[in-house]
């Protein structure tokens, strides 16, 4: 049972290029997410979605796109990189919705754009 | 919207010492408490949670207590040891909503570094 993976662990990537953060959950979750963190300001959800073939905005979705075709996979594109997107994303994964499911976390990607 | 403020660190201390961690929140309606700790180079794991007033979480010796009063959720552990040191978040389940939809998310505090030395 490995949990929450994600792919790659560390990405340098040049301003224009684009690049596909991968998630994967063994644990049968319905709920999944993608967040970055940033010095100083927490998380901050950028996607998520409730279940296999459904993708939703957070709050800073600009610049990034989603998609989960399978439901143990989600996946989030940067299509055109700026160095305002040079952060740690973290994806996480729930049984239930945020306010009663403890939601697992991925060990993080630690994207630099330069 | 709702918000989490947390006690800004970073926090160091002996083993043995007593923490807390201060943790309070704004909110419209009636929200989950949770904390999340980070150690290094990993990503968050769930400490423990709280889902109405006056309920009191715990695990591994730490413990928080949903105050509704006071809009707290405060962190506590008796005696720290060193394998505690991590980055602890403070969050709350919330409503939300914009032109893309609207549902439940949790909205973490900025975090407070613990350092706890032998």
């Known amino acids: 049972n490995a949990g929450v993976t994600q792919t790659p662990k560390f990405r340098v990537l040049k301003t224009g290029q684009s690049m596909t953060l991968l998630c994967a959950q063994d644990m049968n979750h319905e709920y999944m997410y993608w967040y970055r963190q940033d010095p100083g300001m927490g998380l901050r959800l950028i996607h998520y979605s409730v279940g296999e073939g459904t993708t939703a905005k957070g709050e800073v979705p600009d610049g990034y796109n989603v998609s989960r075709l399978k439901k143990q996979n989600f996946l989030l594109g940067l299509e055109s990189a700026a160095p305002s997107q040079t952060s740690v994303y973290f994806c996480?994964?729930?049984?239930?919705?945020?306010?009663?499911?403890?939601?697992?976390f991925g060990p993080g990607t630690r994207l630099t754009v330069l | 919207g709702d918000s989490v403020t947390q006690m800004e660190g970073p926090v160091t201390l002996s083993e043995e010492a007593f923490l807390t961690i201060n943790c309070t929140y704004t909110a419209t309606g009636y929200p989950s408490l949770f904390w999340y700790v980070q150690y290094p180079g990993e990503g968050l794991q769930l400490l423990l949670k709280a889902t109405k007033a006056d309920d009191k979480g715990s695990n591994k010796g730490f413990e928080a207590t949903y105050r509704k009063e006071t809009t707290s959720f405060h962190l506590e552990k008796g005696s720290v040891q060193v394998s505690d040191s991590a980055v602890y978040f403070c969050a709350l389940s919330d409503y939300w909503s914009n032109s893309g939809g609207s549902n439940y998310k949790l909205t973490f505090g900025k975090g407070t570094l613990l350092t706890v030395n032998p």
């Open positions: 996480a994964s729930s049984y239930d919705g945020p306010t009663a499911g403890t939601q697992y």
